[in-house]
């Protein structure tokens, strides 16, 4: 009787396949008992990953299955490995549900990109879209489904070490780097064995804790919260992203991952989501330390009504959500929404189709550190870097005899992965010395000396490197963080270049040898003496498997930077929070006179490179700057049309930025907004004219009444390489 049982049950999910998504759903969940339901809602890792302990069940992975008490793992990969945990999943257990993957492929599986930083500094969405989708090719060839990125966080304090995982201060930017993400990730099929599921992370504001301290409280008003930090959300929930993960910090008093105003009515009731959400790693747990939850019992019913469906190790749904059940505490309904949610999604993957669809070994040997994903990181790293600084040191000459490569990065084979690298293979890094071997061949000697390690008050190597350095035509310094000094857990209360190494630069400097300094690092970083004392500065963030081949084509001229800076560099540590789109208040900074006026005593307001900034070999110039209206209807749409001119003697790619400024509101407004980019080549001596529209979706912001409208007034435009360097025009909006 019980086999029978069993093949009827098997009989009604086969035929549900030709019904809905929606109609599958609800047969599966029709099948299931309260013990199979909560454990849809169960996630653990395979052990090895960072994060807080916690009480893991006593069961084995196995056991969990067969029970049909765990409904995802993460930190699990191989075809093989993934494949036998599927199938205990779908031949063991009563129901046959199949199990979801999951994964931190933030910047790459084994073949690594550029972190998600450098990339946003491409200002090229479409570049982005295509690394993403590289690296779900690569993940899920290797049994992954599903990857817990983008990380879409508004991050304006350099210190906060996970601001290297996202896209910078700028909502406009950051909404658009994570479309391209997720996009990426997924693909025009989610079905399709090569695409897989995107989390937007992490819901919400956890990117303004408070000092850059990770983990920390967020507290802000509704406004700029709508504002600036949802809006990334927002764009990515309406690109389709199929989940969501819940914050460790709380707003305003209520943590992210209990709060049912940020899950349920916004989320799902404003925003429309239907994937489901996951929490942080025990995220749910930790209501209880944040105070709201007496213990892990409350804080699994406090977590499921606010609608985090899926509790990442915290043990707090496995142990206690069939007792609040039964209690009746927590509804079946509640339940049934959630399991509905994950169901969903698992469907939309086709795993309940082909369930062993991503456990291909062949595949795998295909697809991982290919040939031709290797190649797609050192196309995706050439857009990623930023010059800061050429006072026409670089490009450098390919008959130069002798270069100096002074710093401890210059040879590391680590710390170029980044943090986050998942299972990132150094093996294949080529470090900045061998991409200057591999550009030069024997035409030229690469000496090296480290000099110092990056952390510690050893001076010991600077000799060697003084005597390395004498005998070259021209050093490059390659200094900065290690990639453990960024990422989570990892703030920083200084933004300078940690260790000796700084003082090790200003000893070479005193030589008189052209310098460029190759800055390796996870954040902004106060480099005022740099600025004023080396030729060159690359900004090159950590650019993954081909750093030193990219690093040396820069160098070399073989590709003219075009990078942009997602997020502000300030002159000092006190000058941060440091943005562009800031608010004027009552009392701007009058430099003439500034008592009495917002300004610092000894600093200016100033950053050392702003917002948008980035140099290239060659020189832009913008002109004509016209609108095709000056004053137009709050439901109209204008063109801003300009003429951009390559005036220097390299091919060169401008990145040409468009800002607004809403002159009077019923609210006050930034003194300026992205709204608009585009990504432009010209060759020596072309122009172009270049047409951007503004939208009325481009001028709404949330009024005094908390309503995303636009209201009519006087505003200016701005058009230019950067946040600061602009030409402008004026137009107004009427009813």
């Known amino acids: 009787m019980k086999k029978v049982l069993i093949l009827l049950l098997i009989s009604t999910i086969i035929s549900a396949q030709n019904r809905s998504t929606e109609q599958r759903v609800d047969s599966v969940l029709a099948l299931m008992n309260l013990e199979e339901k909560v454990g849809q809602l169960v996630q653990y890792s395979s052990g090895?990953?960072?994060?807080?302990?916690?009480?893991?069940?006593?069961?084995?992975?196995?056991?969990l299955l067969k029970a049909g008490k765990i409904g995802s793992f993460f930190n699990i990969v191989g075809a093989e490995t993934t494949r036998e945990l599927q199938r205990i999943a779908v031949e063991e257990s009563r129901l046959k549900i199949p199990v979801?993957?999951?994964?931190?492929?933030?910047?790459?599986?084994?073949?690594?990109?550029?972190?998600?930083?450098?990339?946003?500094?491409?200002?090229?969405?479409?570049?982005?879209?295509?690394?993403?989708?590289w690296q779900a090719i690569e993940s899920s060839a290797a049994g992954v489904h599903w990857t817990f990125n983008p990380m879409v966080d508004i991050a304006r304090d350099p210190r906060w070490g996970r601001i290297v995982e996202g896209s910078g201060e700028d909502p406009y930017l950051g909404a658009a780097m994570a479309v391209a993400r997720i996009k990426g990730y997924q693909g025009d099929d989610l079905s399709a064995s090569n695409t897989i599921a995107a989390c937007i992370k992490h819901f919400a504001g956890y990117g303004a804790a408070e000092a850059g301290r990770d983990y920390n409280t967020v507290d802000f008003s509704e406004r700029t919260f709508h504002e600036f930090y949802l809006r990334p959300f927002k764009a990515a929930v309406d690109a389709g992203a199929a989940t969501l993960m819940s914050s460790f910090n709380e707003i305003g008093g209520v943590p992210a991952s209990g709060s049912h105003y940020l899950l349920t009515k916004v989320l799902r009731g404003m925003w429309g989501f239907d994937g489901?959400?996951?929490?942080?790693?025990?995220?749910?747990?930790?209501?209880?330390?944040?105070g709201v939850a007496a213990n892990l019992k409350e804080a699994a019913e406090l977590g499921l009504e606010a609608g985090v469906d899926m509790d990442m190790e915290g043990n707090a749904y496995f142990r206690h959500m069939v007792e609040l059940v039964n209690e009746g505490m927590v509804s079946i309904e509640t339940i049934d929404e959630s399991v509905r949610r994950i169901l969903r999604i698992k469907f939309r993957l086709g795993l309940f189709d082909d369930p062993y669809k991503y456990n291909n070994v062949e595949t795998e040997k295909k697809n991982v550190l290919s040939d031709e994903i290797i190649k797609a990181t050192k196309d995706v790293a050439l857009e990623s870097m930023v010059l800061l600084k050429n006072d026409g040191l670089l490009p450098l000459k390919k008959d130069i005899r002798k270069?100096?490569?002074?710093?401890?990065?210059?040879?590391?084979?680590?710390?170029?992965?980044?943090?986050?690298?998942q299972q990132g293979q150094k093996d294949y890094v080529v470090t900045v010395v061998e991409g200057l071997q591999n550009k030069l061949g024997s035409s030229a000697e690469i000496m090296f000396a480290e000099g110092c390690k990056i952390l510690g008050e050893d001076r010991t190597g600077f000799a060697e490197a003084l005597e390395t350095a004498k005998k070259a035509d021209v050093i490059v310094l390659s200094l900065g963080e290690s990639l453990h000094l960024s990422g989570e857990a990892q703030s920083r209360s200084t933004l300078d270049v940690p260790g000796v190494q700084e003082e090790l630069a200003k000893e070479l400097h005193k030589l008189g040898k052209p310098m460029v300094l190759v800055l390796m690092n996870g954040r902004p970083l106060t480099i005022n003496w740099f600025d004023e004392n080396v030729n060159a500065i690359l900004e090159c963030w950590f650019l993954g498997l081909q750093s030193g081949n990219a690093i040396a084509d820069v160098l070399f001229g073989d590709y003219n930077p075009s990078g942009k800076l997602p997020v502000t560099f300030p002159k000092s540590l006190g000058q941060v929070p440091l943005y562009y789109n800031h608010k004027n208040t009552g009392r701007p900074l009058n430099p003439k006179v500034p008592a009495y006026t917002s300004h610092y005593n000894d600093e200016s307001n100033d950053p050392l490179y702003p917002f948008g900034y980035g140099l290239s070999f060659t020189k832009f110039e913008y002109s004509d700057l016209k609108l095709s209206k000056s004053e137009f209807k709050k439901d109209e749409s204008i063109k801003v049309i300009f003429t951009l001119k390559n005036t220097g003697k390299y091919a060169g790619e401008e990145v040409a930025q468009l800002y607004v400024r809403d002159l009077v509101g019923s609210v006050t407004r930034p003194v300026k907004e992205l709204k608009d980019f585009a990504k432009i080549k010209l060759n020596p001596g072309e122009s172009k004219m270049v047409e951007f529209s503004i939208t009325p979706e481009k001028l709404k912001f949330f009024d005094l009444n908390m309503d995303f409208v636009v209201e009519p007034?006087?505003?200016k435009v701005f058009i230019g390489g950067n946040s600061v360097d602009v030409i402008e025009q004026s137009f107004k909006v009427v009813e």
């Open 48 to 63: 090895w990953a960072t994060g807080s302990k916690t009480d893991r069940p006593e069961e084995s992975s196995s056991d």
């Open 100 to 133: 979801i993957i999951g994964l931190d492929v933030i910047h790459g599986y084994k073949s690594t990109f550029p972190v998600p930083i450098a990339e946003a500094s491409s200002w090229n969405p479409e570049l982005v879209k295509k690394s993403a989708r």
């Open 276 to 290: 489901f959400v996951v929490s942080d790693w025990n995220s749910v747990g930790e209501l209880v330390p944040h």
């Open 403 to 421: 270069i100096a490569v002074i710093g401890p990065l210059g040879q590391s084979k680590e710390d170029p992965l980044g943090p986050w690298n």
């Open 713 to 715: 007034g006087d505003f």
